[in-house]
Nanobody, 130 residues
């Protein structure tokens, strides 16, 4: 059983913070690339951040650089996204996903590519509004 479950979303005012969690079961995240993605109504799913556990590198979309931080906890088999200085434009359903094929991990993470990910959670809603 391979499963990813996101949590931590909610309603927050502009300038506020949230910490999203992605808990995995059925496979160890520490061996793979794990990314965060988001999709706003009427828009395509876009990459937010990725952590490639193969070499420890992290990547961020330009829109979130300096505000979001991705991290992991191997003992909890979880990956987190710390979101600060949130803006209304950050409102979206946030998903975590993993790239598990060795031939695709680097590609998927360096590009934060939704199409290259293998497994997905069902999402958690983040709403930034006053």
């Amino acid at each position: 059983q391979v499963q990813l479950v996101e949590s931590g979303g909610g309603l927050v005012q502009p300038g506020g913070s949230l910490r999203l969690s992605c808990a995995a079961s059925g496979f160890p995240l520490k061996y793979y690339a794990v990314g965060w993605f988001r999709q706003a109504p009427g828009k395509a799913r876009e990459g937010v951040s990725c952590m490639n556990n193969r070499d420890g590198t992290t990547y961020y979309a330009e829109a979130v650089k300096g505000r979001f931080t991705i991290s992991g906890d191997d003992s909890e088999n979880s990956v987190y996204l710390e979101m600060k200085n949130l803006e209304p434009e950050d409102t979206a359903v946030y998903y975590c996903a993993a790239a598990t094929r060795p031939t695709r991990q680097d590609y998927a993470c360096s590009r934060i590519s939704p199409t290259a990910m293998d497994y997905w959670g069902t999402g958690t809603l983040v709403t930034v509004s006053s």
